[in-house]
């Protein structure tokens, strides 16, 4: 084998591990987290659309996106959330940032376009043992496949929403 | 005896739950909560607890509130910045509790990749205190106390805090009491030993400027904005290029102000500046003044790509008229005449080098600018000459020519340079082109009219069309080596070449060795910071030349004063002309000694930022600059680049409002 086949499979032992490491470190951060979504929770969004996470999952997986207006760290994975809303199904929760017409000010402000529900009290996170933000956390078909908090870059989600389709 | 023992049960019964009472309910001594932690977020607990004093005028409860954070966890300060919420205590069900009165620490910033917030980490201790409510003795707290924690990942936390305070059964516990003036100790004061010299705030894009400055000077401060006016509560200020610049005791910063709904008007607004700058840390409440510089800013904006293209040619043509040419004025002259007998091709060629010369120092200089600015550096015209490594290269580079031109020796050229410089005539053209750019590198220090506009323009433009306006100034300033080029004829109205060139020669030679002696006195500001002070301040008559300070302009304007503004530098000559054919002639200099008249001068011989932000108000980047204020025109008049009498008279008179 030549000099850059090695190089190639080491790159992808790297790519392995790192991944390995960070879907460990997922499980380990989120372990409180339910494993599947009600499926009679319906939700609202600041467009006034009800919306069921358990039934959209069972088309294609859903990204339901924790973030927050008072989070400092939320301002750098919102953009790659709101790039990945083009292609994929992507709901976000605001968690306790203040009034409907102040999220959408936000969010307007930010050009922001992903769904978004106001959960002005916290109790839709809750709901989800969340109170950490920014999370991601990926539902397919009802399940709870992957969750992640903190920063998380584009080829990141992208890679956890294909192990999600792989799981199925 | 039924009823006896009934009666001792109740007896019992009674002294036990006086006793529960005591000791759950109505504490004594200095009630405190004890450390409270939640099983969500194990990384912050918090106690609060009174010291046992109680100030029955203002009926305050002094009380602390201490925080405690693992690790890299944050919470946040009044003002966190961009995201954040600072910790705040919801009273919910209190009862017999107005309000509580919050003192804030001193925070330090904290960056989120690009995102600025201010805060604290480890240990925090908000000294607090509580207003109980008008004949209250027995105050129920029953509060929720929500306190935001952030590593990569943000919680918010809330702790409920209950307490039960009898006013009446307090004991003060010296140790809480040393704590909480402790803890007040850490809240900035103002202090005497810095002041805020500048405030202000530009609606039109939205940005605060402050100026601090601090007699023992800056070591590497760090500035945070607040405001207690009600109607900017939600008013988020972020810092500007995510940096303060420190210049000796002089602290410039900039903040961009936003709201998430409409911002409000914000001039005359009070504010609140917080610098750390450890172990000094202080605050200053301080007035937004109407930043100057709206009007300037609006001819900018409305001017199109061709008036600046137009402002550029006319602007480098006029350069070549402009005093500060002076310098360069021998090699010009010389490089004029010397080659009249030349072929008219040969002419065409050697002036053609010349111009490609100087357009092509013009479109570097540009190209240096637009990556300083990039790189965040405040650039300006002519900034080159506050830097002493330049100015030395160039006086060097002036004597070796002088001495040249005196024919005491010949410059070498390395070898390979000379090889190729003989092939085909390149010798002559080489030293054509390097004279156009010598020229310009020596005589652009100066701001001239029209130029001006154009270099505003550049500066505050994308890279192409900086590029393409310093492109246009090179053209405009090569214009007349370019007709000769296109008109060789032309040269027959130069003088005719002779034995007498033999005479100029040394008298060049004398020129270019006065320039470089000039040059070295440039110098001397740079040895030395203090002198360059103290030469701001420079005599010319009885009274000396106040330093330019923003704050003096508008105070000195409401005591009905009128100021005079003189911003100048040593390597400008244009200014010097100014100097000696204006403000130091009469009518002028009496007018500039009348007794309510403030004479204030700038010098930006060597790089001051305060000065540079003067000039970037009124969209300036270069000097010569002058302008008056007083009751009848408090934000300024502006003067010509090239002073007349009767301009600077006119203006004294409006601004005196006669």
Redesign the interface.
Known sequence: MNKWGLRFIKLLGYLVVAGAIAFGVDLYRNNDVPTTVPSELTLTSLAGEPLSLAKMSEATPVVLYFWATWCPVCPTVSPTVDWLSDDYTVISVALRSGHDKKVSAYLESNQLDFTTINDDRGQISRRFNMGVTPTILIINNHKVTSATSGFTSPPGILARLWFSKLQN | MKTAKFVGYLRWFSVCLSLLMSSLSWAQGSPSTGWLTSS??DAVQVKLAVTGEFNPETRTLPALLTVQLKDEWKTYWRA??????PPRIDLASSQGIERIDWHWPTPSEYY??S?R?AGYKHQVTFPLEIVVSEATERAQLDAVFTL?S????????DFPLQLNIDVNQLTPDSEQSFAFAQAMSQIPQPIGSAEVTHADYNADDQQLSFVLSRTSGWDSPQVFVHSDDKQLNEVVFKLVQQKVSVDGKRLTASFKA?H??ELPELVNRQVSITVNDDPFSAAYATQLDRSTSTTTNEALDSMTIWGALFAALLGGLILNIMPCVLPVLGIKVQSLIANSNASARQVRYQFLATAMGVISTFVVIGALLGLLKLSGVRISWGMQFQNPWFITTLAVITLAFAINLFGLYQIRLPQWLNQWALKSQRSSLLGHFSQGVFATVLATPCTAPFLGTAVAFALGAPMYLLLLIFFGLGIGMALPWLSIAAFPQTRKLLPKPGPWLKWVKPIFGALLLATSVWLFTLLTPHWSKASSESTSAEQTSERPWQTLSFKTIHQAVTQGKVVFVDVTADWCITCKANKLGVLEQEPVYSALAAPDLIRMRGDWTVRNDYITDYLRAYGQYGVPYNRVYGPGAPEGIELPIILTSDAVMQAIKEARNE
């Open positions: 969500d977020h966190p910045g961009e995201g954040g919420i989120v990749q995102i917030t935001s952030c590593t990569n990942i943000c919680v918010l936390t936003s998430w709904l």
